[in-house]
């Protein structure tokens, strides 16, 4: 089988949990994988002297209704949540925790934590959100709550965020097809055209 | 007819390039038409607090490709020109003058004027290489340059700037579908869905 894609996500990023919604599906249909990534966006935006986009003059008005527009776009349900963003570092823990045990348990968790926030409108940055969230799943509360705390866990999210810095990886969502970088989820239709064509 | 799109760029804009290049046959294809309006992306990176994309960490090394790639995608022609962004107030300025006279002669300016950047690699900032295009859609150079120095038509041209700030534009290619505003080359997509059910 060719190589897994590779799609790098924040939880606080709407258009990566519109991505989220259809990336495996996409791939599938090329007989393709996909590796799921976490990372914490304020690293890249430390790096790149940015600010969070619901800040920006101008652009953060656009964005707050483009995020809903571009969902129903791609038909995902959305609910703007505020606080919007928030810190997803316990999140992004608990993910690495489950997805070295079971990566396929690991998306479902991602996927019940963008709907908490992007659905249900539910504040995942506590701990205790993201253990309560982690049993929908089949995870243990205590568990993801002992793993969040885990140094090593916290290492190893920290050389997540690191090495998806060095790889460029400036965004959210970001994904690797094959080495070639792809921004956001209006570059889904590209992904779609180069697994189908080897390129364009 | 229904209300025209507005279509907001700036000539040193890659992904107005790329929309200018289809925007009046999506319209056309929904009996509609496309005012086109300069304008100067730097006015609104100040107000952003934004740099040109080139410069910035990460991201500048990923556009320098996508520029190219998306211009695939699109089935346009593309050369990344150096320097890159350029000053287009000139140009912007013989735009306006043409366009308060010939509105279709006004795209056929900007459709050169892109051309000249984007496919042939020229810098289009000087004004007398702008008043040397200017002669492909039949403009007389000497003219063109009497009106790029035209007190009235600067101060058009401020108007311009500050009335697409004021309208919220941040970027280009830019556009308002009845009062909906799109940014990007990216949400042609969403544009033709609108057009097509008047909303989505």
Known sequence: MADPIRFHFDFSSPYAYIASRGIDALAARHGREVVWRPRLLGAAFKAMGATPIADVPLKGPYFMREFARSARFHGVPYFQPTPFPVSTVSAARAFLWLDARDPAAAKRLAGALFDAYFVEGVNIS???VVAAIAARPGCDAAE?????????IKEALKAEVDAALVAGVFGAPFFFVDGEPFWGAD???QIDLRLAQGGF
Chains 1, 2 share one sequence.
Not at 144 to 150: L, Q, S, T
């Open 144 to 152: 993801v709550i002992a793993a969040m705390g885990d140094r090593a």
């Open 126 to 128: 506590p701990a205790e």
């Open 187 to 189: 570059r889904l239709d």
